[in-house]
């Protein structure tokens, strides 16, 4: 898949889930579960260990799923996370070499961004969507502050966005959001990894029952 091809999909989709996870072992049987529930878009995250790995094995087993990278802060990160096999790009910062970087690689980046200056100086240099970030801490009314003068912008909203508040948000403009509150630590069991399975459900459940 080429550029505006995964930017469309993570558009239809609408929903992006972030695995972080300090114990690297569980990332694979994480992965399985969240595919089992339908999940079609996942970033495996910089700063979980071994991300790299994760990435490259994710890509063999899951091939109907788009496998991006999180928490890119920095080029010697975004070009690591390429050569794995990243097909996606997600940054926290808003780091406007990296866009060069993911378009040169024919790969979409969705850059963070917190104020409006950030966020005209991401969509301006061509970042594909716009991450809001933290999204909750702002809350729904400053984003839609952000939004109305600003409504071309592609903008996901990112960081502990409740199941039931994500109508709220797409309601308000979002184009979509970033999960990453499924994951609780550690996995103890075989019931956690049932548990991330059946939230991964409910989010999707949330986002067709606002957008059918």
Same mark, same amino acid.
């Given at each position: 898949?080429? %550029? /505006?091809?995964?930017?469309?999909?993570?558009?239809? @989709?609408? *929903?992006?889930?972030?695995? %972080?996870?300090?114990?690297?072992?569980?990332?694979?049987?994480?992965?399985? +579960?969240?595919?089992?529930?339908?999940? +079609?878009? &996942?970033?495996?995250?910089?700063?979980?260990?071994?991300?790299?790995?994760?990435?490259?094995?994710? %890509?063999?087993?899951?091939?109907? *799923?788009? *496998?991006?990278? !999180?928490?890119?802060?920095?080029?010697? *990160?975004?070009?690591?996370?390429?050569?794995?096999?990243?097909? $996606? &790009? =997600?940054?926290?910062?808003?780091?406007?070499?990296?866009?060069?970087?993911?378009?040169?690689?024919?790969?979409?980046?969705?850059?963070?961004?917190?104020?409006?200056?950030? =966020?005209?100086?991401?969509?301006?240099?061509?970042?594909? $969507? =716009? /991450? &809001? $970030?933290?999204?909750?801490?702002?809350?729904?009314?400053?984003?839609?502050?952000?939004?109305?003068?600003?409504? +071309?912008?592609?903008? &996901?909203?990112? !960081?502990?966005?409740?199941?039931?508040? =994500?109508?709220?948000?797409?309601?308000?403009?979002?184009? !979509?959001?970033?999960?990453?509150?499924?994951?609780? @630590?550690?996995?103890?069991?075989?019931?956690?990894?049932?548990?991330? @399975?059946?939230?991964?459900?409910?989010?999707?459940?949330?986002?067709?029952?606002?957008?059918?």
């Amino acid at each position: 898949m080429n %550029r /505006k091809e995964i930017s469309e999909l993570i558009q239809h @989709e609408k *929903i992006v889930f972030i695995t %972080r996870l300090k114990d690297s072992s569980k990332i694979q049987a994480v992965i399985g +579960r969240l595919a089992s529930a339908g999940v +079609r878009i &996942l970033e495996v995250t910089s700063n979980t260990p071994k991300y790299t790995e994760a990435i490259i094995e994710a %890509r063999k087993s899951y091939p109907d *799923i788009l *496998i991006g990278a !999180g928490t890119v802060t920095n080029e010697k *990160i975004a070009n690591e996370a390429i050569k794995a096999g990243a097909q $996606f &790009l =997600v940054t926290p910062n808003c780091n406007l070499t990296l866009i060069d970087i993911a378009h040169k690689n024919n790969i979409p980046i969705l850059m963070g961004a917190l104020t409006p200056t950030e =966020v005209c100086e991401a969509f301006e240099a061509g970042a594909d $969507f =716009v /991450k &809001l $970030f933290p999204a909750d801490i702002m809350g729904i009314a400053y984003f839609k502050s952000i939004k109305a003068p600003l409504d +071309r912008v592609k903008i &996901l909203a990112v !960081g502990n966005i409740k199941q039931n508040d =994500v109508g709220l948000w797409m309601n308000a403009g979002a184009t !979509g959001i970033g999960i990453a509150s499924i994951l609780k @630590e550690p996995i103890k069991d075989e019931q956690d990894l049932i548990d991330i @399975e059946q939230n991964a459900i409910n989010f999707i459940k949330h986002i067709k029952k606002n957008h059918e």
